[in-house]
T-cell receptor
Framework: SQQGEEDPQALSIQEGENATMNCSYK?????LQWYRQNSGRGLVHLIL?????REKHSGRLRVTLDTSKKSSSLLITASRAADTASYFC???????????????FGKGTHLIIQP | EADIYQTPRYLVIGTGKKITLECSQT?????MYWYQQDPGMELHLIHY???????EKGDLSSESTVSRIRTEHFPLTLESARPSHTSQYLC?????????FGPGTRLTVT
């Protein structure tokens, strides 16, 4: 079953504007990750936020995590045409072998930046 | 350079053929994974491995099989391809909370 659900499913904004995507999850986690996927390509890791962190920055990216609401947000500031991609949040599947038995993904937010 | 490779990148093949999708990583990660992704959809875990000689099935049932004879190599095999197998297949490896994904293989079965 899917753990993460992104919202909105699709977002189209003008270049230079900020883009915000949200992710909700169901069970307790020890970290949450955001990935970018360009059309038909592999996943690129953007940022990992741990459960004891509330906010994290990386360049134009800002991620927040609210464990009480089981939600996270990804903000891309000053968007560029090259930011056009799908964005996924992912949470680890806890396994008996230690660490993660995989990541579970939501359906993603399809972001289109119009020049 | 540490990386994860998948071959082929694109494959169009007829029904009934046996195919093997290759995945190799140079990072020495013990854990490796295969995900299946339909266009515009979420990723589903179909296989994973804790290390050499370890293979486990993921959340999504798949007719494919995997093997892990060497740490760096995690091939996926379909004995008899069908149109329902048309999808993108993504390989990944991890160590603790560091994850690396390959570029994917886009498979089309006609």
């Amino acid at each position: 079953s899917q753990q993460g659900e992104e919202d909105p499913q699709a977002l189209s904004i003008q270049e230079g504007e900020n883009a915000t995507m949200n992710c909700s999850y169901k069970t307790s986690i020890n970290n949450l990750q955001w990935y970018r996927q360009n059309s038909g390509r592999g996943l690129v890791h953007l940022i990992l936020i741990r459960s004891n962190e509330r906010e994290k920055h990386s360049g134009r990216l800002r991620v927040t995590l609210d464990t009480s609401k089981k939600s996270s947000s990804l903000l891309i500031t000053a968007s560029r045409a090259a930011d056009t991609a799908s964005y996924f949040c992912a949470t680890p599947l806890q396994g008996s072998g230690g660490g993660a038995d995989g990541l579970t993904f939501g359906k993603g937010t399809h972001l289109i930046i119009q020049p | 350079e540490a990386d994860i490779y998948q071959t082929p990148r694109y494959l169009v093949i007829g029904t009934g053929k046996k195919i093997t999708l290759e995945c190799s990583q140079t990072m020495g990660h013990d854990k490796m994974y295969w995900y299946q992704q339909d266009p515009g959809m979420e990723l589903h875990l179909i296989h994973y491995s804790y290390g050499v000689n370890s293979t486990e099935k993921g959340d999504l049932s798949s007719e494919s099989t995997v093997s892990r004879i060497r740490t760096e190599h995690f091939p996926l095999t379909l004995e008899s391809a069908r149109p329902s197998h048309t999808s993108q297949y993504l390989c990944a490896s991890s160590e603790w909370w560091t994850w690396v994904f390959g570029p994917g293989t886009r498979l089309t079965v006609t």
